[in-house]
């Protein structure tokens, strides 16, 4: 089955860097279009990045310029390069999957991870 296993969150101080990253298992995980989610408590989960198969990007505006997404299909493996970090950027972070080779919006992401989770102090 479909596993997805986030880790590599933290806490930082504003204007530091991590790098989360998501582990994969149980289908063919080139074929699928990955994405990163986050919920702050309080709040209703937002899109921040996603990746299409052949490797098209697209960023949340609020997390253009700051944060970058990438996957290596060699190693089943999503990451989520996180700079200048601000303390807004607090939240539980999640990797999700769909079969969507470009990452068509109207199609749904059932596969979730558990979530690391990214806390920015000021």
């Known amino acids: 089955q479909v596993q997805l296993l986030e880790s590599g969150g933290g806490s930082v101080q504003s204007g530091g860097s991590l790098r989360p990253s998501c582990a994969t298992s149980g289908y063919t995980y080139s074929t699928y279009c990955m994405g990163w989610f986050r919920q702050a408590p309080g709040k209703e989960r937002e899109e921040v990045a996603t990746i299409a198969t052949g490797g098209l990007t697209r960023h949340a505006d609020s997390v253009k310029g700051r944060f970058t997404i990438s996957r290596d299909n060699a190693k089943n493996t999503l990451y989520l390069q996180m700079n200048n970090l601000k303390p807004e950027d607090t939240a539980m972070y999640y990797c999700?999957?769909?079969?969507?080779?470009?990452?068509?919006?109207?199609?749904?992401?059932?596969?979730w991870g558990q979530g690391t989770q990214v806390t920015v102090s000021s």
């Open positions: 999700a999957a769909k079969t969507s080779r470009w990452c068509d919006p109207r199609v749904s992401f059932p596969y």
